[in-house]
């Protein structure tokens, strides 16, 4: 019974593939020297395989299990990151390479809030600092999340100009209602988030 229930429980996790390490992409330089925010997208959805590749590129597994591709400080690797799709709200487990549905349905509104545009994205990605996991939250520990949350930001922003895709970075949207829907602690703050999906 116990087991049935885990097994439930998990249903909706997603085991993405594991990311295309040849994909094409335009140089680092051409990504930096073109990159521009994008608040229209087409409808055109996301593929797991996509998914996968932007989610690494945001904050996935570099060099080894405990590095990121996105640094931290102290490589204290805080930043949680949530995945809003048209159908659930998942947490990326980077060295699972998985999907971990937190909650269910369309919730994209709560990223948009107010900025319409923000919810017509198929994905929308929110950067979470978790002060558990930093060790503290004095003011210093909120700037170096804040900084953390910018680097795993713009390396989105770049990845999306690199490969085609378009994305914002936006500090915009309900406080509140995310941390009720993802049931997080006074430790742990939204603090940015990109909505991604193809130009229109
Ligand atoms: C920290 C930060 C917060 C931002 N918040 C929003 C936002 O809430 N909504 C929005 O539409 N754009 C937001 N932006 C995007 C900026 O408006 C945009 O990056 C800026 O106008 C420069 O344009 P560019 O990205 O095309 O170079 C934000 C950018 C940053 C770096």
């Not at 998914?51 to 597994?61: R, T």
């Not at 170096?144 to 770049?158: F, R």
Request: aromatic share 6%.
């Amino acid at each position: 019974m116990l087991m049935m229930g885990i097994l439930m429980a998990n249903a909706q996790d997603i085991k993405l593939p594991a990311p295309d390490m040849t994909q094409k992409s335009m140089s680092v330089v051409d990504a930096l020297a073109t990159r521009h925010s994008v608040r229209e997208y087409s409808n055109q959805e996301l593929t797991n395989q996509e998914i996968s590749n932007l989610c690494w590129a945001a904050c996935g597994v570099s060099r080894d299990d405990a590095h990121r591709t996105a640094p931290t400080a102290m490589n204290r690797k805080e930043i949680r990151l949530y995945v809003f799709t048209s159908a659930n709200v998942y947490e990326y487990i980077a060295t699972e390479n998985l999907l971990k549905q937190v909650a269910t349905g369309d919730q994209r509104k709560l990223i948009a809030a107010g900025q319409a545009f923000a919810q017509t994205a198929p994905v929308s990605l929110l950067m979470v600092i978790d002060f558990d996991l930093f060790g503290g939250n004095n003011e210093r520990s909120v700037m170096m999340g804040c900084v953390d949350a910018g680097n795993v930001s713009e390396n989105i922003n770049l990845y999306c100009q690199a490969v085609g895709m378009a994305t914002v970075p936006r500090a915009t949207h309900d406080t509140n209602g995310l941390k009720q829907l993802l049931n997080l602690s006074d430790n742990q703050m939204p603090i940015m988030n990109n909505p991604v999906g193809f130009p229109k």
